[in-house]
């Protein structure tokens, strides 16, 4: 699987996305009823009833009503404006969630794609040192090398194999921990599409005021405090509302008909249609503080959600700040490494031409080999390091782009 076709997979299968997703579907079925809130509610009514009291009656009924506010200090308004808020915060919570998993599935892949390359070299590495522990082997059989000296090549070439093995295994838990991040079903395995060489783009590091520009245009965290500001300033409106008075409009219709019988007697009880309408004004006049306190409470809250937003704001740059300055060191330390790695793999090629001319020891050829390794590990962990720097970017300036 490419990084494009993971990330897609994780969209549609991840669970923590699934549940943003049934958020956003809860947020937006709130918003509809606040909708709702503005029209007026209808019930009707039906009944039949009996009696027995010297003789029996029985009765029938129908009725229709309607009632609808008129006023209540803007109440509905305040909370159909949160609940759009909550409905766009659900949106923005959806997005951060699908930029922090895909933050992970990167991480994730790109450490499968380095060790699938630092298997491929560790197997090169094997064969030179199956082929020195071959004729090393002839070497001490005829006399040309001491023991100690084959031994340590037989050494070596057990190491390397025990290498390649560590690896693989690793490469193994690195599949498991990808496959779990995209949700796949169990006993299912991922085989990454191996990465090209050229994959690195040095250049392609935006200035910092670009990033930062970029991210507050596409980042959800800049909106989401903001939009908890909104939501406490409602609530400070719907406190506020308390203190008003509210009026509604009532009208109902209902029809009653019926008869009662008597000693034999059977008698019809007059039924018609009723129609009223009624205004109802409910003036609040003491409640014992408790509108008092909770508009206090509101107010506070407001305060407190403001300051959360200026230290959010804070957090999200210095973030951006941090991970900028990471991302060029990451750079600078791929451009050292990989000039190191190359100059060490020369030197081992070089070493191993004299080892098997015999100018050199086989101490010196296998310290020469240990410093490669060690310099290829660290060019291989510095230019995976820079491209998942290069990612994270991406993702915080919302470039992170998944093909079809």
Request: charged share 20%; with cysteine; glycine share 4%.
């Amino acid at each position: 699987m490419s990084l494009d076709s993971c990330l897609r997979y994780a969209y549609s299968h991840n669970i923590t996305l699934q549940n943003a997703q049934l958020n956003r579907e809860s947020a937006e079925a709130a918003l509809s009823g606040a909708k709702m809130n503005f029209l007026p509610a209808l019930n009707a009514s039906a009944s039949q009833g009996w009696a027995w009291n010297e003789g029996r009656s029985h009765s029938t009924s129908y009725g229709l009503n309607g009632s609808l506010t008129l006023f209540d200090g803007l109440s509905y308004v305040r909370n159909y404006q949160q609940a759009k808020l909550s409905q766009q915060q659900s949106d923005l919570t959806a997005r951060q969630s699908q930029n922090t998993v895909a933050a992970k599935i990167i991480s994730a892949y790109l450490t499968i794609v380095m060790n699938e390359e630092k298997l491929s070299y560790q197997q090169e590495v094997l064969e030179t040192t199956r082929q020195q522990q071959s004729e090393g082997e002839l070497k001490f059989r005829v006399g040309k090398i001491l023991e100690s000296d084959y031994r340590l090549l037989e050494a070596n070439y057990l190491s390397a194999q025990a290498e390649i093995e560590n690896t693989r295994l690793t490469i193994d838990n690195n599949r498991r921990e990808l496959r779990d991040l995209m949700c796949m079903p169990a006993g299912q395995t991922v085989e990454v599409a191996m990465a090209s060489n050229d994959s690195v783009d040095a250049d392609a590091i935006p200035t910092y005021n670009e990033l930062l520009q970029a991210s507050k245009e596409s980042m959800p965290d800049w909106e989401l405090g903001r939009l908890e500001v909104e939501k406490a300033r409602c609530n400070v409106e719907l406190a506020r509302a308390s203190f008003l008075p509210s009026l509604s409009l009532n009208a109902g219709m209902s029809y009653n008909n019926g008869e009662q019988n008597l000693n034999g007697t059977t008698l019809a009880i007059d039924g018609g249609l009723n129609k009223s309408v009624s205004l109802g004004l409910n003036i609040p006049l003491f409640d014992r503080g408790s509108t008092v306190t909770k508009f206090r409470q509101s107010k506070l809250s407001l305060r407190q959600a403001e300051l959360n937003y200026q230290q959010d704001t804070i957090d999200i740059e210095a973030t951006l700040h941090k991970q900028y300055n990471e991302t060029l060191q990451a750079l600078n330390s791929f451009r050292k490494t990989k000039t190191m790695s190359e100059a060490y793999h020369a030197s081992y090629d070089v070493y191993k031409l004299k080892y098997k001319e015999g100018a050199i020891t086989t101490v010196e050829m296998l310290q020469q080999q240990d410093k490669y390794l060690s310099a290829l590990n660290e060019y291989l962990m510095s230019k995976y390091t820079f491209i998942l720097a290069q990612k994270q970017l991406e993702i915080y300036m919302g470039k992170l782009k998944v093909e079809n």
